[in-house]
């Protein structure tokens, strides 16, 4: 391919040089720009062409395994309580004192903008509006891509969708999303949203249709995406660089293709028929991290967050951005490292870092983490997963601050991210058969349950053993090994 773009470019120099010399004929450049210009599209349409053939024979049916567990048993329905000491009875925590607690940068003062700056001028064709999560995105697309697939969902179907598709000039629409992934920082996951969203938009009423459109979009924006059928409906399959839980999948040579939901719905699939080969060159694997928050429309909001501590009350004023937890709604689950390792939005990291400085500043670290700690733990109200979503949902900070309910692990992403803002402690995830804690490193000695990781000790601290201080696990857990989580 590299070899072509070079040829084309050279000889097209040579040609600019050449119509300068007498006895060269316009018409005869244009003639061999021409054939030059063919020689291009059949070298792309011979790849479109195989791969059209192989699609209408190499089709099989596979059985799916099971989503993965993160879990090996039932997380706790009801927490364990540790009994209040009186705070005259309560000694201090000795070790090094927090001088200052630096404050983040304010949020942009700024008007939410509801609509997104179009993307550079392309060749025109149908226009298309697009509500992305409260921000209208523009685009105009070829009327070619549109096709609905008619009759039978089979691998006659299929392959003559991406023929057709194939034919059509679907560059300058997959130009126009890498524009939006750009401007709106979305990760993997946000491009992926958005092709499929359009998808919807040009295949109204054809749930088929948007899944197979995004199927060739991510394909020809060199994604490693398949696609499966069973009674007449298709489901993409996608590999990730990191594990998905609760999502069937199958195994190719080694490597997990994921049947990916665009709603958050478990899917019951026991077989699809799919082939096993990849488009050409389309050898990109999904990455779920999130080192940006999506640059969506700005949907603020208040709470308080109240709690006890020590005899004393407090309640502390935060904001989040409504938006960015709509956009994770139905975020695959993945591995627990993504969430510990999230970005979040700068409202809630200003307020939750100016509610608590005051509380933390001139406080030792074992007390200043006790205080987060017990913020946490009592400031939400518990329930797994399964009865507050039907299924299981990690949850990023923001989500936490949301949402009515939170459970383990959404209270380890949220203390371990206030522990090294504020503290700039070394936090870890702790990871039971069915529960999530967490570990922090002081400078100093803590007495109390710990952990020896990399020859370091970390002191336990669980954000839902309600009213437990630091160096305090839960009962059933006093005596069980956990796996170490670290942050991506």
């Keep these: 391919m590299k070899k072509v773009v070079v040829m084309l470019v050279f000889t097209s120099l ?20 021409r054939e030059e210009l063919n020689s291009f599209s059949e070298f792309r349409d011979k790849r479109d062409k195989e791969f059209t053939s192989y699609l209408k024979k190499q089709w099989h049916e596979f059985r799916l395994f099971k989503g993965d567990k993160f879990y090996d048993k039932p997380k706790p329905s009801r927490l364990p309580v540790a009994k209040k000491r009186p705070p005259e009875k309560t000694p201090p925590i000795k070790g090094k004192i927090i001088k200052k607690v630096s404050l983040p940068l304010p949020p942009k003062k700024i008007k939410p903008r509801r609509t997104a700056q179009a993307p550079p001028a392309v060749k025109k064709g149908k226009p298309l509006k697009l509500d992305f999560y409260g921000l209208s995105l ?36 997959i130009k126009q999303v890498k524009y939006y992934k750009k401007e709106l920082k979305l990760n993997d996951w946000g491009y992926h949203l958005l092709v499929y969203k359009v998808g919807e938009r040009i295949y109204k009423r ?20 398949r696609i499966g059928y ?7 399959l996608l590999p990730s660089t990191q594990a998905l839980f609760s999502v069937p999948y199958l195994t190719f040579s080694g490597k997990k293709f994921y049947a990916v939901s665009f709603d958050g719905r ?14 050409p060159d389309a050898r990109r694997v999904m990455n779920y991290e999130i080192k940006n928050v999506p640059e969506i429309t700005k949907v603020v909001m208040n709470r308080r967050l109240k709690f006890d501590y020590r005899g004393k009350g407090f309640s502390i ?83 936490t601050l949301f949402y009515p309910f939170s459970d383990c692990e959404d209270r380890a992403v949220l203390f371990a991210y206030l522990v090294n803002k504020l503290i700039g402690l070394d936090v870890v995830g702790l990871h039971y058969p069915n529960h999530i804690a967490t570990a922090v490193k002081f400078s100093s000695n803590i007495r109390g349950d710990s952990i020896i990781y990399k020859g370091r000790k970390y002191t336990i601290c669980d954000p839902t053993y309600i009213n437990a201080d630091i160096g305090a696990a839960m009962p059933q857990f006093k ?10």
Excluded at 266 to 279: A, E, V
Excluded at 479 to 488: A, M
């Design 317 to 399: 004023p935060v904001r989040y951005d409504k938006g960015v937890v709509d956009y994770f709604k139905y975020y695959p689950q993945t591995d627990i490292e993504v969430y510990f390792g999230a970005s979040i939005s700068r409202d809630a990291d200003s307020s939750l870092v100016k509610g608590l400085k005051p509380l933390v500043e001139g406080k030792t670290e074992g007390e200043a983490v006790n205080i987060i700690l017990r913020l946490v733990q009592t400031s939400f109200k518990y329930k797994t997963d399964d009865n507050q979503f039907g299924r299981e949902k990690y949850m990023l900070p923001e989500e």
């Design 14 to 33: 040579v040609i600019v040089c050449m119509t300068g010399l007498p006895g060269f004929a316009e018409s005869e450049y244009e003639k061999w720009q």
């Design 266 to 279: 478990r899917k019951k699939l026991g077989s699809l028929y799919t082939y096993k080969g990849s488009y």
């Design 230 to 236: 069973n009674n007449d409906s298709v489901h993409l």
């Design 206 to 225: 054809s749930q088929n249709g948007a899944v197979m459109f995004t199927w060739f979009i991510l394909s020809k924006s060199g994604y490693e995406a």
């Design 138 to 173: 523009g685009f105009s697309y070829d009327p070619g891509i549109k096709i609905r697939p008619g009759g039978k969902i089979d691998k006659n179907s299929i392959s003559s969708f991406w023929e057709v598709l194939s034919k059509s000039d679907y560059e300058g629409l």
């Design 479 to 488: 005596k069980v090994n956990p796996k170490v989580i670290r942050f991506i």
